[in-house]
């Protein structure tokens, strides 16, 4: 696996995330508005990567990492969302864990049986 590709579809997760976040909201799909909903998630996962990589010796695609990275990306995005004043309600903190959990540790999987 190509050491890109990991991040990548971490990354993609968040977009995702953020892209059916807005829609379901009816906030609009705009490229900028897009990047202003996943960029405090985005640097979560980038922090989370950091810990991981640092925390453990396992490889990105391993759960034991993405693990990692999926708490890093929500405690932070949610952080950053705090100091910027934007929806920290208990029930999105519960649909973003859910959302990222599955999403970023269910490519490690299938990737761990093809």
Do not use: K, N
């Amino acid at each position: 696996m190509s050491r890109l590709l990991a991040p990548l579809l971490d990354l993609l997760a968040v977009a995702i995330f953020a892209l059916v976040g807005r829609r379901s909201h009816a906030h609009g799909i705009t490229l900028v508005g897009v990047l202003e909903t996943a960029a405090p998630f985005l640097c979560g996962t980038a922090a989370g990567y950091l810990v991981a990589s640092i925390a453990t010796d396992a490889a990105p695609r391993s759960w034991q990492f993405g693990t990692i990275v999926v708490v890093a990306t929500v405690v932070v995005g949610m952080l950053f969302r705090r100091l910027a004043a934007a929806g920290t309600a208990p029930s999105f903190i519960v649909v973003a864990t859910i959302f990222l959990a599955v999403t970023m540790l269910a490519w490690r999987v299938i990737a761990r049986f093809v």
